[in-house]
């Protein structure tokens, strides 16, 4: 199999929200035939779907893997174990508070829907807090099934969202 590029969205709201992405890079940058391209700045954003939380601080991260996309999975969800969050089996919690949330944004020009497993992530188009440092990684970046990621983003009305200003960014090779 040859190296894909993909997009991970990073979320958290628990605990320190900043050192927790922070490491998270780190362990991205650690996961078995995978390197890190790019990191984007983390975002203060609203909670989504459940809004009675406190903030998240999201951020995106431009991977080259030769893991397949269900190998890569399975790496992000041991990096979210490691960080502490706890996933019930009845998904109740899907929209709560967490220490880290890693999202399968984008796997190359990849379309899969298999069990457990929708890239590009369904919900990415809707989503400001994925786009916009999805975007600053990756302006040319194109949702497989939707089109350019900027449209996408043009499209949504009035995020509100903050970049902070200290941050620990890889910038993009290249």
């Not at 890190?36 to 975002?43: E, I, P």
């Not at 497989?144 to 449209?151: F, L, N, S, T, Y």
């Amino acid at each position: 199999m040859t190296a894909s590029v993909v997009f991970v969205g990073l979320g958290s709201n628990l605990g320190d929200s900043a050192a927790i992405l922070r490491s998270a890079f780190a362990a991205l940058g650690g996961l078995k035939d995978t390197s890190v391209l790019a990191t984007s700045a983390l975002y203060r954003t609203p909670a989504w779907g459940v809004t009675d939380q406190p903030d998240f601080l999201n951020a995106v991260a431009m991977l080259r893997t030769d893991l397949a996309p269900q190998a890569l999975l399975d790496a992000l969800l041991e990096v979210e174990r490691d960080a502490g969050r706890v996933r019930r089996d009845d998904g109740s919690d899907r929209w709560g508070p967490r220490t880290l949330d890693l999202d399968l944004l984008l796997y190359g020009d990849r379309i899969i829907d298999e069990p457990g497993l929708r890239v590009p992530h369904p919900h990415l188009h809707e989503r400001a807090f994925a786009l916009l440092p999805l975007l600053e990684i990756a302006p040319d970046a194109t949702i497989p099934g939707i089109g350019p990621a900027a449209d996408a983003m043009a499209g949504l009305v009035g995020p509100d969202i903050e970049a902070l200003p200290c941050t620990t960014a890889v910038p993009p090779r290249g």
